[in-house]
């Protein structure tokens, strides 16, 4: 690659040995580095071209101006980054991408400048008043625009507005000025016609102005350059681009600019140009041998027949360049007019591109030449004798329209050549003359078939057809599904793609309008990028997953062909939402499924629907809805362990239910999931104490747990072979008690809870930690109680007590030694019911402290259970600075995590001291 800076513009030059080899695709990156693909919309809006040189290789120009140049401070430089993404054309290795800077150095300019490119105009001139700051151009929720429309009606637009009519505007404050490009394609564009036949001038009249501030008139007038051939000469003509020019200004100079750089009048003459400045119009000619401006044509000859287009027209899909497809021009020529006004002597400037000719040496008889430039076909017939007059032209062959009425692509220019002319269309595919036809895939076929009707000397029409041409480009873009899960619904993002006239949108298999949007909960918005968001309660989020204590929702969508129904892009998305209470796991292993949606096919044979064991089919089905009744022993259910918690899961394939041509993405398994805890459970007449168990004994019908935790978030429990369980003194002991019930109406109360030496709870030696429910006041460290809460593990918070000590030993009060029995922790627990809390039994006797609220469980009163807990074990002997003593007792300490139990001495009667020189009592 070379650049070159130049006059008004930047030069990319791409080799021609490089595009021999490799398909190319260039992309422009904005000031977020975002990678943007040349079209024509954005050249015609942004200041860019693309041409194949006269050497077969590729030029960028890029106007200094353009959307992504940018003025860098420090060095004054103007910079754009380009991409370049280039295939093998022969695909022998992946595709690549170089990234590339290039800059030019920045010029100031206080002139008005007008460029007439052949696809925009573009408008430039000084920002007012840039030195204070406050009344620059810079609000856009206050620029206004007032515009001329074809027939002299002027209206006021805003920014939005110009933006969406592919109208770009620029304020530089860095570079100090205003610039406005507008495509020629744009509807603020009027056209005039002025002077001979075939010789029209492009207007239009465009106001910038900001609320009580300045004003910019952006208005401007571009001449259509009429080129004729004249005794072996190119000349090209235009009128003067401002009307104005003629009374209140004063012309300066005409230069020309050859391949963006202005050549100086000496170099204009020994070049070979000869440009003039008439009353009305400016003109430039040239020896058409010395300076030719031609089209690329096929080997064959000027007309390109169709077999050759259906041949060269697939390549890759993104691909700019097609060696036959795009202008070649040996050079780029562009008139330079400058100008003073009389009254203020600002500097004006415009630079009026010349297209390129149609002019030969020889003369042919007429025929018809169709090539494909970007996106268009490009149709000439000639030479046509002077004495015949354009009256109708078609691409179709059925719809005609005249000449100074044509417009969308059908709008011909006549090309004038001695004592002929040549006409020349651009019509643009997938226009309403050029209509996209799909072949499948991401391949699109065009065709035009060109229709001229003449009128000869003798006032008869003459109808002249051309072959039907066929263009197959690989140009489809399918639409981009994104998921993703928002408050209380399942959504996607959606971009659209470049044939969307082509799909349906579907919501599972049901095709989505803007009339279910009510039935189905659902939103959706016409724009190009939009957001589809279904609600939780919509029948079209299906159960991906259901369990006591979440439930996950599944939603699909997916674009089909609308003529085949043919999955073109489609997506998945599940989100978890809060239970339904469709799913109910009892405490005797029953699973109850009600009313679970597997799928949104009004055609699905629900009754087919299983279990992972085939014989266990639904329970019952209504609108759409299955259930099923099992337990966690049959039905092909599956267990697995997740520590002291066992998992239950089946699944309902719902594929049972389709039809066997369904689509994949129709298909998916519904889980059914259960957790349970792992209790011990004993009976009302064990006596027995296993030691070293880690979840405790229980009696009576419930299970019960007495867990020590092995965390401050109460989340692992000591397991069994990790008792008894090690610890030093003083160390935070956490303990949990739980019960196993899925009544939400019970709540589980710790009466008592103390510690013994031995497993035994009625053991001589014993140390309360919780009396009724409460910590113990005469205690200098109090126990700590710990909220519940929700989790995955705990679905019913009220099943659930939590509290906190420190490790403790016992000592001889006449050796100071420790003793080396292990401990043991007990409590009895009550199971109260919500409705009431003034049963007796159930009402804490502590105000503080509220861990009780309820009524007994059974109507004659409360229940007692005693549970016991695993050993608790001390590591190493008590340092002497932290021994608490006593001269005649046993001591048992006690410290809680919280500051929970003061020290405790045992003896064969309790008495309780603090210090080792204070006597105890």
Same mark, same amino acid.
């Given at each position: ?27 422009? =990156? ?16 942004? @200041? ?7 050497? @077969? ?88 625009? $007032? ?33 406005? =490009? ?51 000469? /190119? ?35 020994? +070049? ?92 042919? $008889? ?37 000449? $100074? ?58 109808? /002249?057809? @051309? ?41 599972? $298999? ?38 006591? +204590? ?7 969508? #997916? ?138 004994? #229980?009696?009576?019908?419930? +299970? ?218």
């Amino acid at each position: 690659m070379r650049e070159y800076c130049l006059t008004e513009s930047l030069k990319i030059e791409i080799f021609k040995p490089f595009t021999d080899v490799n398909n190319v695709t260039l992309f422009v =990156r904005d000031r977020k580095y975002t990678a943007h693909a040349l079209s024509a919309h954005m050249n015609a809006r942004c @200041g860019y071209k693309l041409l194949v040189n006269y050497n @077969g290789g590729l030029d960028f120009w890029v106007s200094l101006t353009a959307c992504h140049m940018y003025l860098q401070k420090p060095s004054k430089l103007l910079r754009i980054s380009v991409s370049v993404l280039y295939v093998p054309s022969d695909l022998s290795w992946p595709a690549a991408t170089e990234h590339m800077h290039f800059s030019c150095p920045y010029k100031p300019s206080s002139e008005h400048r007008v460029v007439c490119e052949e696809a925009y105009i573009e408008v430039s001139q000084p920002l007012q008043g840039s030195s204070d700051k406050s009344k620059e151009l810079g609000n856009e929720s206050q620029q206004r625009f $007032d515009i001329r429309v074809p027939g002299g009606k002027t209206v006021t637009r805003n920014l939005a507005w110009m933006s969406a009519h592919g109208i770009w505007l620029r304020v530089d404050q860095p570079a100090s000025r205003i610039t406005v =490009r507008v495509p020629l394609s744009s509807r603020i564009i009027s056209r005039e016609k002025e002077g001979h036949r075939g010789y029209r001038t492009v207007e239009y009249h465009l106001v910038v102005k900001q609320k009580d501030a300045f004003q910019y008139n952006m208005s401007a007038q571009c001449p259509v350059v009429l080129v004729m051939c004249q005794d072996g000469r /190119v000349v090209s003509t235009a009128s003067l681009p401002l009307q104005a020019l003629r009374k209140e200004v004063q012309l300066q100079a005409l230069r020309l600019q050859l391949d963006g750089v202005t050549l100086s009048q000496e170099e204009m003459v020994t +070049q070979g140009f000869t440009p003039s400045l008439k009353k009305q119009d400016v003109q430039l000619s040239y020896a058409l041998v010395a300076n030719p401006l031609t089209d690329m044509v096929s080997e064959e000859g000027s007309v390109m027949p169709e077999n050759d287009l259906r041949q060269c027209s697939v390549f890759y899909v993104h691909v700019l360049v097609w060696k036959a497809n795009i202008s070649v021009n040996r050079h780029h020529l562009a008139l330079d007019l400058t100008w003073t006004t009389q009254t203020d002597g600002q500097l004006g400037r415009a630079i009026i591109h010349i297209p390129s000719h149609s002019c030969r040496l020889q003369q042919r $008889d007429p025929t018809f030449t169709v090539s494909v430039t970007e996106k268009a076909f490009k149709v000439t017939y000639g030479p046509v004798p002077l004495t015949y007059s354009l009256l109708a032209v078609s691409v179709d062959g059925v719809f005609f329209q005249s000449p $100074d009425e044509a417009q969308d692509g059908l709008e011909p220019y006549l090309l004038l050549e001695d004592n002929f002319y040549y006409v020349s269309l651009l019509t643009h595919f997938a226009s309403q003359w050029i209509p996209q036809k799909y072949l499948g895939g991401l391949t699109s076929q065009y065709s035009i078939k060109p229709t001229l009707v003449f009128l000869n000397p003798d006032d008869e029409e003459l109808i /002249v057809e @051309g072959e039907e041409y066929i263009y197959i480009h690989e140009d489809i873009v399918l639409p981009r599904l994104e998921g993703y899960c928002y408050s209380q619904a399942v959504c996607f993002n959606v971009t659209s793609g470049t044939a969307d006239h082509l799909w349906l949108f579907y919501v599972w $298999d049901s095709p989505f309008t803007l009339n279910r949007s009510n039935d189905l909960q659902s939103s959706q918005s016409l724009a190009r990028h939009y957001q589809f968001c279904v609600n939780q309660d919509s029948p079209d989020l299906l159960h991906k997953s259901v369990g006591e +204590q979440e439930q996950i929702l599944l939603l699909a969508v #997916a674009f089909r062909d609308r003529s085949t129904g043919e999955v073109k892009v489609w997506s998945h998305q599940a989100c978890s939402f809060p239970p339904a209470h469709e799913l109910t796991c009892s405490v005797e292993g029953v699973v109850k499924v009600e009313g679970v949606r597997v799928s949104s096919s009004p055609t699905a044979r629900l009754e087919l629907l299983t279990l992972l064991d085939p014989t266990c089919q639904p329970s019952e089905i209504s609108y759409g809805k299955v259930s099923f009744v099992f337990t966690v022993d049959t039905c092909g259910t599956v267990k697995r362990v997740q520590g002291d918690v066992a998992v239950y899961e089946n699944k309902v394939h719902n594929e049972k239910s389709l039809a066997k041509d369904t689509p994949e993405y129709l298909k998916f398994e519904s889980t059914l999931v259960c957790y349970y805890r792992i209790p011990v459970l004993s009976s009302k007449s064990s006596k027995r104490h296993r030691l070293g168990v880690p979840l405790a004994q #229980a009696q009576g019908n419930f +299970q019960f747990h007495m867990n020590i935790m092995k965390d401050e978030a109460f989340s692992v429990a000591y397991q069994t072979g990790e008792y008894p369980v090690l610890q030093w003194l003083q160390q935070p002991v956490r303990v949990e008690v739980g019960m196993q019930s899925v009544d939400p109406q019970v709540e589980l109360h710790l009466q008592d809870c103390w510690a013994t030496p031995t497993p035994e709870p009625k053991h001589r030696n014993t140390w309360f930690l919780i009396k009724d429910g409460c910590d113990v006041k005469e205690d200098e460290y109090r126990t700590v109680f710990h909220k519940v809460r929700l989790s995955k593990r705990i679905r019913f918070p009220q099943h659930y007590k939590r509290f906190e000590m420190k490790t403790f030993a016992f000592i001889n009060p006449h050796s100071q030694e420790l003793l080396r029995h292990p401990i043991y922790l007990h409590c009895t627990v009550i199971i109260c019911e919500l409705e009431t809390a003034n049963k007796k039994g159930c009402k804490a006797r502590c105000v503080r402290d509220q861990q009780r609220g309820g009524r007994s469980f059974r109507s004659r009163g409360p229940s007692e259970f005693l549970l016991t807990s695993g050993s608790i074990q001390l590591l190493s002997e008590v340092p002497a600075s932290t021994a608490l003593l006593g001269e005649k007792a046993l001591v048992l300490m006690l410290l809680s995590v919280m500051s929970i139990l003061s020290s405790l001495v045992f003896l064969s009667i309790f008495v309780t001291c603090r210090g080792g020189t204070r006597k105890c009592k």
